[in-house]
């Protein structure tokens, strides 16, 4: 079983910056997909950024040039680098996985609040 745990969150002002990490209890080598999701209260979940096993990486519009994904194969951890944070950021931030099957696996979300 894949269990993910996400740390990070937290309240920040605006223009400051945040840096989420989800810990996966298994070897994230090999995923078709890892990625970060947010929800915000009353919309959908959409994804902030995300890059397959192929290479190729994606973000969304709004956190382009601002946010930045990486991860540590050795330490099992993706990461999801926050800079200039608005307040229409804040939102509930979930680790996604995606495995060669297809199969989907969640963490259970880290606030991030942008308010002065």
């Known amino acids: 079983q894949v269990q993910l745990v996400e740390s990070g969150g937290g309240l920040v002002q605006p223009g400051g910056s945040l840096r989420l990490s989800c810990a996966a209890s298994?070897?994230?080598?090999?995923?078709?997909?890892m990625g970060w999701y947010r929800q915000a209260p009353e919309k959908q979940r959409e994804l902030v950024a995300g890059f397959s096993n192929s290479g190729s990486t994606n973000y969304a519009d709004s956190v382009s040039g601002r946010f930045t994904i990486s991860k540590d194969n050795a330490k099992n951890t993706v990461y999801l680098q926050m800079n200039s944070l608005k307040p229409e950021d804040t939102a509930v931030y979930y680790c996604n996985l995606e495995d060669l099957v297809g199969r989907n696996y969640w963490g259970q979300g880290t606030q991030v609040t942008v308010s002065s």
């Open positions: 298994v070897s994230i080598f090999g995923f078709d997909f």
